[in-house]
């Protein structure tokens, strides 16, 4: 079956470095993923929609500065803590659909998460 | 906005009992409504979603949810818990918005099972 994958699974990283995540999906292209975030016991939060080939859109109260999204291929779409701070600890997580049918209830496909220690 | 509220944050069972977990939709009729398992530190795993046609949705694992539009619910359930399902579920909609694939999520239901 389709399979969407993030690397790394776990990274620490030192207070105001930055931080890149990777979200792949494996065997079918995505022209659409999305990025949530998890702080732990709690549910997932929409951060962005991330659009092959044009600039990410994101939710409200989202920092697009602070959290860069690049979508340069059908594939790959990266998420960039920049200047990462303890508060920025959290799990994140990506999803891609397969197909391009809107509203066709095509199942979406979860990544196996990232989490993310700022110290 | 379209969203979903599962009653519960907490269900814990014995072994071979009945699952039940609550979702309720708000206002109008979301075209789907999808369930996901979340085992510890990893992603999620779709279980079932509903689309159209039959109410009664099957899906991996035994589980099983029926969409009730008089009850605007669609609840999860297993008639036999086991072990492995100790686990986050959560009851997800699509968002309203420019596509069907931006998901809102419940706030989740943690089920811990007794041996």
């Known amino acids: 079956g389709a399979v969407v994958s993030q690397h790394p699974s776990w990274v620490i990283c030192k207070s105001g470095t930055s931080v890149k995540i990777e979200c792949r999906s494996l065997?079918?292209?995505?022209?659409?993923m999305f990025w949530y975030r998890q702080f732990p016991k709690q549910s997932l939060m929409l951060m962005a929609t991330?659009?092959?080939?044009?600039?990410?859109?994101?939710e409200q109260g989202v920092e697009k500065d602070k959290f860069l999204i690049n979508h340069a291929s059908l594939t790959l779409s990266t998420l960039t803590v920049t200047s990462a701070h303890p508060e920025d600890s959290s799990f994140y997580i990506c999803?891609?659909?397969?197909?391009?049918?809107?509203?066709?209830?095509?199942?979406?496909?979860f990544g196996e998460g990232s989490w993310l220690t700022v110290v | 906005a379209q969203s979903v509220t599962q009653l519960g944050s907490h269900v814990s069972v014995s072994e071979g009992a009945l699952v039940l977990l609550r979702c309720n939709y708000s206002?109008?009729?979301?075209?789907?409504l999808f369930w996901y398992v979340q085992y510890p530190n990893q992603g999620l795993q779709l279980l079932l979603k509903?689309?159209?046609?039959?109410?009664l949705v099957k899906g991996i694992n035994g589980f099983e949810a029926e969409f009730k539009k008089s009850e605007t619910s669609f609840h999860l359930t297993k008639p036999s818990a086991h072990m492995s399902d100790a686990a986050e579920y959560f009851c997800?909609?699509?968002?309203?918005?420019?596509?069907?694939?931006?998901?809102?999520f419940g706030a989740g239901t943690t089920v811990t099972v007794r041996a």
């Open positions: 997800a909609v699509p968002t309203p918005g420019s596509n069907d694939y931006k998901l809102s």
């Open positions: 065997d079918f292209q995505a022209t659409t």
């Open positions: 509903y689309t159209t046609g039959a109410t």
């Open positions: 206002s109008s009729v979301p075209p789907y």
């Open positions: 991330s659009n092959e080939g044009s600039k990410a859109t994101y």
């Open positions: 999803s891609a659909h397969l197909g391009r049918d809107r509203g066709a209830g095509n199942t979406i496909y």
